[in-house]
């Protein structure tokens, strides 16, 4: 390459392409980032221009919450539940699709009609939120008219008097949602595990069949070992997912920003939307924003440590 | 042991049948048995995913032709008002407009989110300057935070650029938002292009600039149209941002909801006028257009996810 090439010219056209993103990015997404640790630190209710620094008195506020620690709780649930439900459930249906056929000579294939799954369980995923909270709203709904009920009473499980008030009832509301997340998130994540098991070379499966390996021992000895990175990583995507839950709780349980009955259903995201836009009290949703921010990244860190393995190269 | 494993990889079990003795022959029925009652018990589950998935929905459009009281009633009546009048209420109780808006934006966002990620990925994956690798892991790591813990600075920064409320304010921060994972996934796009055709279009005396739009771009389809599907879909059902920033500010301000946040907005007003035909037919209203563009695009995009997340 000549040097004219990478001189001044160059720069030039560098910082011509990133000036517009950058600053956009800059002006929209790092700086609210940022401020959102400076405001933590303030009295700020969102409304007057002026605001005191406080200090850590938001911080020791939050501790006391009795509201927060409940959502705090009702996320690190979710972040164990979440995860280890959708991904289960994710890799035995890949593996089903994948695997499941016939064995035989060629011993793996999938079943027939595979493609038509992964269609079909990939469509939740590119419906919007707001549809499943309209979609699992009526099928939650609390009297014979909800589809879950509906079935209930059809099949003499349920008295048609006393329904299930799913969504209202402090017990199961916060299992329903995850079920909704679960629904939407399967699909997704068997699409991701079913294009790695397909970069797995196949003389490895039939190595193992030679030898004799039946298809649980397949499964736990060749397949999953060889996916580790992507469940990996689908573990840290679906634990992020769990720290959020805002549209989702706010708009399906009662409550202004959602989180009923009686907080049951609460999020930490609700509880901060809740502090910002109805309380006015900016700085200390500020303050939950930066716990919520910490926890994300101890989590990623987490998950990628505790699931660390020796990778394998094939 | 190369033309033993041909005859393995062949599909269907003739040809293996023929190589094996008597013994393995046995073993191979067995193998088959029970390679048939496990494909009874996958397809087993398989299925009963799958009905899980189509049944509700299937369920929800019909409801768009029950009455109100149908659906009040019980939730496995069949459908006896097979009219669209329900389609009709939920278009003019705004679904229309809310529909209207978002193509508004998108047409906006979508193609402005493509050009900006695209120039800076491409600058970042092909010119090596100081400070390259910082500015990328800068622009991907707000892929990990949570939109919504930027959410109350954000609300006063397109405050004070008085852009609440307005198609341009959504259209600049949608396009910010959608910045990472587009610069993430063009990045290693454009890493893969052959350096040759870039010295032979140096050598022919196109500017930068000229290459970046005449030959990088056009061999870069592939992946674009993987991005500008993903945007496409992330950005029509975005809800939280257009929920923080597009509320009128005033009485005499006109609503400009998205079709997502309309849709909210029409269960709770459903919940009060009890017309819930409407609120079923406009989230079919919603659905269909997602449908559709899953359906003709459901290879690139189950292709463009994988592929962007198994990097």
Known sequence: MSHVAQGRGKGGFIAGFLIAPLALYLTFVIWPYVQTFGYSFTNWTG?????????????????????????????????????????????????MVNAGGRGGAGGVQGVSGSRWYKVIYFFPQVLSLAILAVLFGAIYRSDEGGLLNGFLVKLGVVDPQHPVEWLNEPNFVLWCLLFVVVWHGVGFYLVLFSAAMQTVPKDIYEAALLDGAGRAQTFFRVTLPLLWDSVQTS????????????????????????????????????????????FGKSGYACAMGVVMLTLTMILSVVTLRATRRERIEF | MTAESTVIKAPGEAPAERSGGAGQAKEREKRRADGMV????????????????????IWLVLGSFKTDAQIGGSAL????????????????????????????????????TMLFGSMAAYVLARYPFRGNRPVYYFFVSGAMFPVFLALVPLFFMVKRFDMLNTYQGLILVYIAYSLPFTVFFMHSFFRTLPTAVYEAAVIDGASDTRIFFQVMLPMAKPGLISVGIFNVLGQWNQYILPAVLMQPQTSEDPERYMLTQGLIQLQQQM?????????????????????????????????????????
Do not use: C
């Open chain 2, 271 to 311: 919940g009060y006028e009890t017309d819930l035909p409407v609120l079923f037919a406009g989230a079919t209203i919603a659905i269909i257009p997602m449908l559709a563009v899953y359906l003709s695009f459901q290879r690139q995009i189950q292709a463009g996810l994988t592929s962007a997340t198994l990097k």
């Open chain 2, 77 to 112: 009546s069949w459908p006896s008002n097979w009219h669209f009048d329900a389609f009709s209420r939920a278009w003019d109780k705004g679904i229309g407009g809310y529909f209207a808006h978002t193509v508004i934006v998108l047409v906006f966002s979508v193609p402005l």
């Open chain 1, 235 to 278: 573990a840290v995507y679906l634990g992020i997912a769990a720290m959020d839950m805002f549209v989702l709780v706010s708009t399906m349980t009662s409550g202004q920003f959602g989180g009923g009955p009686d907080h049951h259903s609460e999020v930490m995201a609700t509880v901060l939307m809740r502090n910002f836009l109805y």
């Open chain 1, 47 to 95: 409304q007057s221009p002026t605001f005191d620094f406080v200090g850590v008195d938001n911080y020791a506020a939050l501790m006391k919450d009795e509201v927060f620690r409940g959502a705090l709780w009702h996320n690190l649930l979710l972040l164990v539940f979440v995860p280890v439900i959708t991904i289960l459930l994710a890799l035995f249906f890949a593996f």
């Open chain 2, 38 to 57: 496990l494909n009874v018990f996958s397809h087993g589950f398989l299925a009963l995913w799958a009905i899980m998935i189509v049944l509700p929905l």
